[in-house]
């Protein structure tokens, strides 16, 4: 499959992901009378939703094309899938990223304002 191929079956996906996204995010309100509301309260907001929309998209096109230029995604039904599962897999990659600690400022007792004595970093916490 060519990489435009892909990234076009890359962009279906993530279309149809997101349309899903919208789709469940419009639900009718007790204020709004019964009738479909969009997923924001204020029209300022629109754009914003919008902007996001796109960036998942074009997310989802990239992945899809990546994955075809990589020979990961051979058929359509590959790079359809890269477009739907690009978010959750970009948040993935993401959350792999470790964020370097600042050291804590020295308390007013002149400890290092760390709790145990080995130094160590509780990811649990």
């Known amino acids: 499959m060519s990489l435009w191929m892909a990234a076009m079956w890359g962009l279906v996906g993530s279309a149809v992901a997101e349309a899903l996204n919208l789709s469940g995010m419009m639900r009718p309100t007790s204020g709004s009378a019964g009738r479909w509301q969009w997923p924001w309260r204020d029209r300022r907001d629109a754009p914003i939703v919008v902007f996001a929309v796109l960036l998942r998209t074009v997310a989802g096109t990239g992945l899809a094309a990546a994955a075809g230029a990589g020979g990961l995604a051979t058929t359509a039904f590959a790079s359809f899938t890269f ?8 948040a993935k990659m993401f959350d792999q990223v470790r964020v370097a600690d600042h050291p804590a400022d020295p308390g007013r007792d002149g400890t290092s304002g760390t709790s145990g004595t080995s130094g160590e970093h509780d990811d649990a916490a």
């Open 83 to 90: 477009g739907v599962a690009a978010p959750l897999v970009i």
